[in-house]
């Protein structure tokens, strides 16, 4: 599809994507050259990073040094087996994960090289864990500090740990569940929130 710009909606892999350079390409699915993605171009989309092998459904137009992606329509992640990203996450879980509440969540810290950091529920005080390979199953390459996003959450063996991870836009689809812990004097209703929050 083009439009009266000159413009192509495409629909490519992502070859590579360096959130530090600040740019990746794309392959382009109808043949010919790659397609340039800029850091600027997925920010606008809601992210700051994505995984290689991701889907990519973008305007694409032609420039002097090439094409170059300027807005995504959508994300797919990275193809999988199927199987868990990790083992404390059950197939159980990944055949249910769109019935579990998407939660809006800021990231606290997040280092790639180490492969987990942690996030924050708005509202919700303990720390999220967030594994790298559950990071590339959801079809990111990195996060950012202080970095908004959606997930969603289960109770594993350690606390709390993060199923999926959307960009921030999805994460307010849930806006109308309670995002606030109700404070009880014995601390059960802090206890059922974070059953609620872990379903």
Same mark, same amino acid.
């Given at each position: ?50 995984? !290689? ?36 996450? !059950? ?6 994960? !769109? ?26 005080? !303990? ?73």
């Amino acid at each position: 599809m083009t439009d009266e710009k000159g413009m192509t909606l495409v629909t490519g892999q992502v070859k590579w994507f360096d959130p530090a350079k600040g740019y990746g390409f794309i392959l382009n699915s109808e043949g010919g050259p790659d397609i340039l993605l800029h850091a600027n171009v997925l920010r606008n989309f809601g992210r700051s990073s994505i995984a !290689d092998q991701s889907r990519v459904t973008a305007w694409v137009q032609p420039t002097a040094r090439g094409l170059q992606a300027t807005e995504v329509i959508e994300v797919e992640p990275p193809e999988t087996d199927g199987s868990p990203p990790i083992a404390d996450l !059950d197939s159980a879980v990944i055949e249910q994960l !769109d019935s579990l509440p998407l939660r809006p969540a800021r990231v606290k810290w997040f280092d790639k090289g180490k492969g987990f950091g942690f996030a924050n529920i708005f509202g919700h005080p !303990d720390d999220v864990f967030i594994h790298v390979e559950v990071l590339r199953h959801s079809g990111f390459s990195d996060l950012a500090i202080g970095e908004a996003i959606g997930i969603r959450v289960v109770e594993g063996p350690r606390g709390l740990m993060a199923a999926q991870i959307t960009s921030w836009d999805r994460g307010g689809e849930d806006a109308d569940l309670a995002l606030t812990p109700p404070t009880g004097e014995d601390g059960d209703d802090q206890d059922e929130f974070l059953a609620h929050v872990a379903e």
